[in-house]
């Protein structure tokens, strides 16, 4: 550790350095800063600067340092948008939140699966199974990046908006959906698919419990905390309870990133726990471990193995079926839960944030052999191009005078 700790330290240094700069110059061209860090992350990778010189930033040996690190990251940040997403406005929509959300999940995946007919003779061989070729390919078309769609929500600051909290709870729900499809193909690659169902019965189990249980329990020290000081060990039993309810969404096969985001969705937004816990610490989480989850990632991506004009077209293809799969399935399921056509379509768009919540689910395949590297190279494009787009595209749909899906209750109330 001794050894390391240096390396460590210039790794996390570059990653902030490179991210704070390539943010500003994203922000000019109109992209969100996000979206420059998820860039610095793939830029001080392999994919770029090739694997000699990446090594020297980003060493091999930093890499399960720099892992846990980014994963605690993710983790303490998704319970700060937990914390500020809006439960009540989520509930009086609870219906359409679900049934988008689940049909943003369907038709990605009958077209990955479908695409896998065509995809399996070029990109993959016999030693794959097809079966478990096809359904990781619906899976991974399926993904939503529940933590980079909260950072472009958050930046564009329309987080807090009806449409925000519809497309976080969209988000949440439908990767939920996405992790216990991914544990059942993970069982059927490994012969185990008794482990998804439990896996999913798991899952539900555990919402219950803190929706039912621990959410009372909250409110009641929640009400307290509103009278004395959020001390030092207020905070300390606080994330000592996001870590637990993050090591048993962990525990079940859903992600740790869950756990922590539904411990802060059972927290009132409005608490002044709320505003005191986000205040201490959205700064240190998004400017120190944020990047450092990036950086990860990115060491792990090589873009290079993409090469020739077939597997350029191939790429190019994939982009197309991800993105149309996703944008018709929110746009035909809000519009027929009552939603406006400008609301519709721009839920579709933000719903194609695929960013590296996609690169995990990526990693998973590559390590059981499901994918090969080159499809996994295009898979890695295919996020960062849908990623990417998503703000300027938004940006297109929403020009001209508001709907007011978008606006939440207290710019209403503001402007009234």
């Not at 390396?7 to 991210?19: E, P, Q, S, T």
């Not at 290079?304 to 597997?311: I, T």
Request: glycine share 8%; aromatic share 8%.
């Amino acid at each position: 550790m001794t050894d390391i700790l240096p390396h460590l330290l210039l790794a996390l240094a570059a990653v902030i350095v490179v991210g704070r700069l390539l943010a500003k110059l994203f922000a000019y061209i109109g992209q969100p800063p996000v979206i420059g860090e998820v860039v610095a992350g793939i830029l001080l990778g392999p994919s770029l600067l090739g694997s000699e010189l990446s090594g020297k930033v980003l060493p091999v040996a930093v890499a399960p340092y720099l892992g846990a690190l980014a994963q605690l990251g993710v983790v303490l940040y998704m319970f700060l948008v937990g914390l500020e997403l809006n439960v009540g406005l989520l509930r009086s929509r609870g219906l359409a939140t679900l049934t988008i959300a689940q049909a943003c999940i369907v038709l990605p995946f009958l077209l990955g699966v479908g695409s896998a007919w065509w995809l399996y003779p070029v990109l993959s061989d016999e030693t794959v199974p097809f079966a478990s070729f096809a359904l990781f390919l619906g899976v991974a078309m399926s993904i939503t990046a529940f933590p980079v769609l909260a950072r472009i929500l958050t930046d564009r600051g329309i987080d807090k908006t009806e449409l925000g909290v519809l497309a976080l709870g969209c988000a949440a729900i439908g990767d939920v959906t996405a992790w216990c499809l991914l544990a059942f193909v993970v069982g059927v690659a490994k012969d185990q698919t008794f482990s998804a169902v439990a896996v999913a019965a798991l899952a539900l189990a555990y919402i219950a419990f803190i929706f039912l249980i621990v959410r009372p329990l909250t409110s009641v020290l929640v009400r307290r905390w509103e009278k004395g000081p959020i001390t030092p060990a207020t905070l300390a039993w606080v994330f000592a309870a996001v870590l637990l309810s993050a090591l048993a969404t962990e525990q079940i096969g859903i992600h740790a990133i869950f756990g922590a985001f539904l411990l802060g969705a059972v927290i009132s937004h409005d608490s002044r726990l709320a505003h005191e816990v986000t205040r201490k610490t959205h700064d240190v989480v998004t400017v120190l471990l944020l990047p450092a989850f990036f950086a990860y990632t990115g060491m792990r991506t090589e873009i290079g193995l993409v090469s020739g004009l077939d597997q350029w077209l191939l790429c190019g293809a994939i982009i197309v079926i991800a993105t149309t799969g996703k944008f018709c399935a929110a746009l035909a399921s809000a519009r027929l839960t009552g939603f406006d056509w400008r609301t519709s379509a721009s839920l579709g768009v933000l719903m194609n944030t695929r960013g590296l919540m996609e690169l995990i689910v990526l990693n998973v395949g590559l390590e059981l052999g499901v994918i090969s590297r080159t499809l996994f190279a295009m898979m890695v494009l295919m996020a960062l191009v849908t990623t990417m787009a998503t703000t300027p595209i938004l940006c297109l749909m929403n020009r001209g005078p508001r709907s007011s899906v978008t606006e939440s209750p207290a710019t209403s109330a503001s402007a009234s």
